[in-house]
């Protein structure tokens, strides 16, 4: 199935490509959850108006990317959860929180769907998040998990 995808999807492209899915992936997963629409003729005039959006949010170059990296590498993130007596989390942490830790902390602004969790925190501690800045530019954010 052709579909237009409206956000980044890891592993398959970026805001405004028309990539071609499993009707499955698509039907049950990308147009629920608002990643991508269904290809249509005049869905290609949609395209241009995404891309235009996605130009206006999005680091245009590395050089912007590098200065932001350096930003996030000088940050310490700290975030206070609730937990419980062994130090297990009543729920995780999700990628909006550390979006938003980041910026309490005093860090760049940084769109909640650019981090990526290896996996889902649902302990105290120090865990690593990665930020993607730039196709060719990341950075490990180190994320510490404090009891509230």
Not at 66 to 76: D, G, P, S
Not at 94 to 108: F, K, L, M, N, R
């Amino acid at each position: 199935m052709k579909i237009i995808l409206t956000h980044e999807v890891s592993g398959l492209g970026t805001a405004g490509d028309v990539v071609d899915v499993k009707d499955g992936y698509a039907r049950n997963y990308l147009v629920p959850r608002g990643f991508a629409i269904r290809w249509t003729k005049g869905g290609e005039q949609d395209v241009a108006q995404i891309r235009r959006a996605r130009k206006i949010h999005e680091i245009a170059t590395i050089e912007q990317a590098n200065e932001v990296k350096a930003k996030l590498e000088a940050v310490k993130v700290r975030l206070a959860v609730r937990s419980g007596d062994a130090g297990r989390l009543f729920g995780s942490v999700t990628q909006a929180d550390v979006a938003s830790a980041i910026e309490t902390a005093g860090g760049p602004k940084v769109d909640k769907r650019r981090v990526e969790l290896g996996s889902p925190i649902k302990t105290l501690g120090a865990h690593e998040a990665t930020v993607r800045l730039h196709p060719e530019v990341s950075v490990k954010v180190n994320v510490e998990v404090v009891a509230a």
